[in-house]
């Protein structure tokens, strides 16, 4: 795994010495000010957290350019995830930009307005859920059904619907609701999203069919859900969740 990254400061030290402890490799963009913080405030004992964000560095015009230019070089892996809120100064198309250059699969995790310039690339997989799909068409989404949630999208989708599941749309033809045939007891949601997208492009990076890498991110996310910490999954308990992922055709 490689990650585009802009860091800087004591912060971004510290997220070099954790992606090389968890064998991740990063390409570095180096910024003047401090990486910015998040922090997690854990109650074991209630089963509670609390998250802290701080807000984002500010980045120059080099180095924003610097950024795109070294994310979009590196759209020519197998499997490309871009993801979350945009550094002031790229523009809102950005997310989609990586996608027209990915020469692979492109899963783009997004929400608010990069969102919504995404939605028409077809070379890119959103995965939203109900509330940023709404957000980003301006469509009200409670009532709608599962396949006219996706008739909202131009582009291959997936969008959650928490405990109903996710209706994923790898194309315009081809539609499945995805749920777990017994999930277990929600303990802590945050990070599944992450989870789902991270399941799936491991199993495209795997080899395995859009589907088949469907399942696993469906069985990533419930294994995150059981786990209180937002980064906690167990690998075991994912292989084994994702043969219990129910796949039903949506006419």
């Known amino acids: 795994m490689l990650v ?17 402890d968890a064998g991740i490799d990063l390409d570095v963009i180096e910024i003047a000010q401090e990486t910015r913080g998040t922090y997690t405030v854990v109650d074991d004992c209630k089963g509670a957290l609390i998250e802290i964000l701080e807000p984002p560095p500010a980045l120059s015009a080099s ?11 590196r759209a020519d892996a197998p499997v490309v995830i871009t993801s979350g809120s945009l550094p002031t100064g790229l523009a809102d198309c950005f997310h989609a930009e990586i996608a027209r250059a990915a020469t692979g699969t492109c899963v783009v995790d997004a929400s608010g307005r990069a969102l919504a310039e995404a939605l028409c690339e077809p070379r890119a997989l959103v995965t939203p859920n109900r509330d940023e799909l709404s957000e980003a068409t301006g469509a009200a989404t409670s009532g709608l059904e599962r396949g006219e949630l996706a008739d909202l999208i131009r582009a291959p989708s997936w969008v959650s619907l928490g405990a109903d599941g996710s209706v994923f749309s790898p194309s315009a033809d081809e539609r499945w609701q995805l749920a777990l045939a017994a999930p277990g007891a929600a303990v802590n949601s945050v990070g599944c999203g992450d989870a789902l997208v991270g399941g799936y492009a491991a199993g ?17 996310a419930a294994s995150k859900l059981t786990h209180l910490h937002p980064a906690a999954i167990d690998p075991a308990h994912t292989r084994a969740l994702a043969g219990t992922v129910t796949r039903q055709r949506i006419a």
């Not at 495209?204 to 990533?220: K, Q, R, W």
């Open 4 to 20: 585009v990254c802009p860091l800087g400061g004591r912060r971004g030290a510290r997220v070099r010495e954790l992606a090389a």
């Open 63 to 73: 180095e924003i350019c610097a950024f795109a230019a070294r994310a979009l070089a």
């Open 204 to 220: 495209i990076a795997l080899g395995l069919s859009p589907l088949d890498a469907a399942a696993l991110g469906v069985a990533a």
